[in-house]
C-alpha cells in the first residue's frame, strides 16, 4: 500500500522522519504486507534530502496514481487544501490531516464525501498536535454524554503567559523570547489574538456535541491586553491566567463557545501546565472529568499524530469512521453575555472604599486582591456569579470605577 | 445484538446503569440497529431491581445463547472469570473485561483465543477506571516506540497519601478515613501493599512493549511504611511521595518494572495529582512525555469504560484488534538492584555531622533535608545516581548510619 504527502514543511517533514525512523514497527501495526512513502508533493526544491526521488510538484500525480491509497495533507491554509482533499476523497483515497483551518472550516463537508465514498478522513493532529484526544472522544469516552469541554490549546501563548507569570517578563518580552524560540511565528496574530484556539475548540465541539461549529460563531480574545499587574492580581487570588477555549452544552439543544484569558484556580490539573504544552479536560456524564496533556506543537509531536492516522487507514481500508459530526445550525452557538460568569476586574478609582462600597451595593460581595507596589488609585477583585451582560452593565454604571482589565474565572 | 453481564458488583451494576441511561446514543455510536441487554449473571438475587426479569445463576445460558454476541465480565478475581471467558471466546462472542487481575494474569493467552476465534477481547477498564489509556496507547500513539511508562495507578492509595501531605494524617488515619469513605476495602492489603497497581503496571508494560509481563516479575512495595517524618522531609525537597508503577526499555530487549512509592518532585504533572485520582505517563520518542488523568475507579467512571468497549465490540464484529502483545520470556524483567536510582534515605545517627560526612565519603555528594521538630539524632537526604545495589551497600556500611527509611527519586 502506498501514501503520499502533501506539503514537506514542519509537519510534513517530520511526518517522513517519523515514518522512516520507525517503519517496520509502523507496517507491522498496520497489518499491511507493506506500506510504503510514494510521493512528496511540494513546489519548492530540497536539493540533496534523502527523499529527494520522492519529490513532485503536480498534484494530479497523486489524484490519478491508483497505487496511492493514503494522502497525508500537512500543506496548511484553506486553499488549495480544501480543494485537492475533496479530490482525493471523492477519488477513493482516504485523507489524514494536520490541519486545523480547514477541519475548522470544512470538516462537516470532507466527512461527509469521505463517508459517501467509503474512505477516511482523520485529523487527530489538528487539535492538541501529539495528544490523543480526538480517538479518545469519539471512541473511549463514547459511553459518556459530554457535558463540556475546555483546553489549552495554544502553545505559543501558554509559553508566554508561562514567562509573564514565572519570570515576570511583560507580555511584549515574553513574546520576543517565544519568537526567538521559535514558538511564534514573525506575524504571531493567529497564536496571540486566540484565532489558532478558536479553530481547535470549534473542532472538539463539533465532535463532542454533534454539530458543526465554526470559527466565525465563537466569542474569541486573545493574551495581547493581559498586564503584569493582573498576572499578579490572580496569583494572590490563588490563580493563574490561561488561554482556555471551552464549549459547553446549554439548554435546548444549543451549547456554549468561547475562547478568552481566564483564571484557573491552583490545584486545578490545567493550572499546573506549563510551557509550549496543551491540556485538554473533558467533563463526561459517567466519567466525570478527564485530562490529556502533552505537547500541543512541535514537528515529532505532531508527525506521530498524523502517521498514527495513517496506520489507522491502512488497517481498516473498508471501514469508514462514524463521527456523528452532524451540519450545523442556525444561532447553535448562544451569545456569551447571556451566560453567567465570575469575573476578576482591575479597575482605577478615585476613592479606594468608597468605589468598592459601590461596587459592592452594585454587584454584591467580592473578594478584594492585593499586589506589591499597586498604586493608591487601583483596585482589583473576584465577583460573585452572573449574567455576563448584567455583571458588566453594572460595573460600568459604578461611579468612579474605570475598568482596566477584566477576565472571566472558570470552575475548571 | 444482545450483551450479557456476568458480575453485578459495583461494576457490573454501574455497566447496566450507564449503558440504559445512554441507551439511544450507545446504540447510534455501536452502528447496530439494535444493542440490548439480555442476561445479567449472578448467583445473588436482587429483589425489586429494575432489570429483576434479566437475572440468571446459570452460566450456560450465555454461552449457548448464539444472539448474545458480547459480554462483559465484570466479577473479578481469577476463578471462574478465565474458565467462563476462555469459553465463551471459543464459542466465537466477544468479552469485554475490566479484571486487571485477569488480564494481567492471562492476557496474551485470551487475546490469543480472541484472536484464533476472530473475537476481540478488550480491556480498557482494566487500567485507570476511566481514563482512556489502552486505546490511547495501542492506537493514538502507534508511530512512537515507546520508550517509559510510570503511573499513579492506585486510587486508594493516592487518597491516603494526599491526607498525609495535606493533613498530616498518619497512614493508618488516612486508612481508616479510607475505609470509611469506601475507598478502601477492609482488607486493604491489595491496595496498599502496591497488589493492585502491579497488575495494572503489568498490563501497560504488555502492551507497550510487546512481552507479557507477570505480576511475579515485578518487585513490589507498598506505602505503609512510609511515616509522616518521610513526607515532611520530601516536601522540605519539594517534592511529594506518590506510589507509582513504572516500566522501562532496557537493553538486549529487557524491560525494568517496578512498584513502589517514589519522589515525584513539584511541577511534574504527577506530582498534582491529588485524592483518588489516577495519572498515567506515557514517554515516546516523537511525542515525548503525554499524560493522561482522570478517576482511575468508582462505579461510573469504570463502568463508562467498560460501555465504550461493547461499543467498538458491536462496531468491528468482524475484525479483531491486533494487540501486539506477545508471550513472555524468561528474565524478560530485569532486575531493579542492577539499575541506576537515586534515593532518598532517612536514618538514626549517633553524631549527625560525624556520620553525614561518612555517608559523603561513602555515595558522594547527599543533598541533606530538614524537618520541623526533628530529633537531633535523625537524618533525611537526596543522593545522586548510582546502581540501587551498589547504593544501598554502601549506606549499609556506613558506620553509626541506621537506615530507617528509603524512597527512590524519579525523574518524571
Redesign the interface.
Known amino acids: 500500500m502506498y501514501v503520499a504527502v502533501m506539503g514537506y514543511g514542519t509537519v510534513g517533514s ?1 511526518v517522513v522522519e ?2 522512516n ?2 517503519h517496520e ?2 507496517v ?2 498496520s ?1 499491511q504486507p507493506s506500506l510504503e512513502l510514494k510521493y512528496i508533493l511540494d513546489l519548492r526544491d530540497f536539493p540533496g534530502d534523502e527523499n529527494e526521488e520522492k519529490f513532485i510538484k503536480d498534484f494530479n500525480i497523486i489524484l490519478h496514481d491508483d497505487e496511492v491509497k493514503i494522502v497525508v495533507e500537512t500543506m496548511g491554509g484553506l486553499h488549495p487544501a480544501f480543494e485537492f482533499v475533496s479530490q482525493l476523497l471523492c477519488a477513493g483515497k482516504s485523507v489524514v490531516t494536520s490541519n486545523k483551518e480547514l477541519v475548522a472550516a470544512k470538516g462537516y463537508e470532507l466527512l461527509q464525501m469521505a463517508q459517501e465514498h467509503n474512505v477516511n478522513f482523520l485529523f ?1 493532529a489538528s487539535v492538541g498536535g ?3 484526544i480526538i ?2 472522544i469519539t ?7 459530554i457535558d463540556e469541554i475546555a483546553g489549552i490549546l495554544n502553545g505559543t501563548t501558554n509559553f508566554i503567559l508561562t514567562m509573564m507569570i514565572e519570570k515576570n517578563m511583560t507580555f511584549s518580552d515574553a513574546l520576543k523570547l517565544a519568537q526567538d524560540n521559535g514558538y511564534a511565528e514573525k506575524d504571531p496574530t493567529a497564536d496571540v489574538e486566540g484565532h489558532d484556539a478558536c479553530r481547535k475548540i470549534c473542532i472538539l465541539a463539533s465532535l463532542c456535541f454533534g454539530k458543526h461549529v465554526y470559527p466565525e460563531s465563537v466569542h474569541t480574545e486573545g493574551i495581547s491586553g493581559i498586564a503584569l499587574e493582573d498576572v499578579a492580581y490572580v496569583q494572590s487570588g490563588g490563580g493563574v491566567i490561561k488561554l482556555l477555549g471551552c464549549a459547553k452544552r446549554q439548554p435546548g439543544g444549543k451549547i456554549s463557545a468561547i475562547v478568552s484569558p481566564a483564571v484557573v484556580q491552583n ?1 486545578s ?1 490545567l ?4 510551557d509550549v504544552f496543551n491540556a485538554i479536560l473533558v467533563r ?12 500541543g506543537a ?1 514537528k ?2 505532531t ?6 492516522d ?3 487507514c491502512a ?2 481500508v473498508q ?1 469508514k469512521k ?1 463521527f ?1 459530526w452532524g451540519p450545523s445550525e442556525e444561532n447553535y452557538v448562544v451569545d456569551y453575555r447571556t451566560l453567567p460568569v465570575a469575573l476578576y476586574v482591575r479597575a482605577e478609582v478615585n476613592n479606594r472604599e468608597e468605589t468598592l462600597a459601590a461596587v459592592r451595593e452594585a454587584v454584591g460581595e467580592v473578594r478584594v486582591l492585593s499586589r506589591e507596589g499597586a498604586p493608591e488609585n487601583e483596585v482589583a477583585f473576584f465577583t460573585e456569579t452572573d449574567v455576563e451582560q448584567t455583571l458588566c452593565d453594572k460595573l460600568a454604571a459604578v461611579p468612579g470605577l474605570h475598568v482596566r482589565s477584566q477576565i472571566r474565572i472558570t470552575d475548571y
Chains 1, 2 share one sequence.
Do not use: M
Not at 471512541?139 to 454524554?145: D, F, G, S, V
Not at 493550572?271 to 506549563?274: I, T
Not at 463526561?284 to 505537547?295: E, H, L, S
Open positions: 517530520g517519523v515514518f525512523k520507525n514497527s509502523i507491522r501495526r497489518t487527530e501529539g495528544i490523543p480517538r479518545p471512541q473511549c469516552l463514547a459511553a459518556n454524554e490545584g490539573q493550572a499546573s501546565v506549563r463526561g456524564d459517567a466519567i466525570g472529568d478527564v485530562v490529556f496533556y502533552g505537547r512541535g515529532l509531536p508527525a506521530s499524530a498524523v502517521v498514527a495513517v496506520i489507522d488497517k481498516h471501514r462514524a456523528g
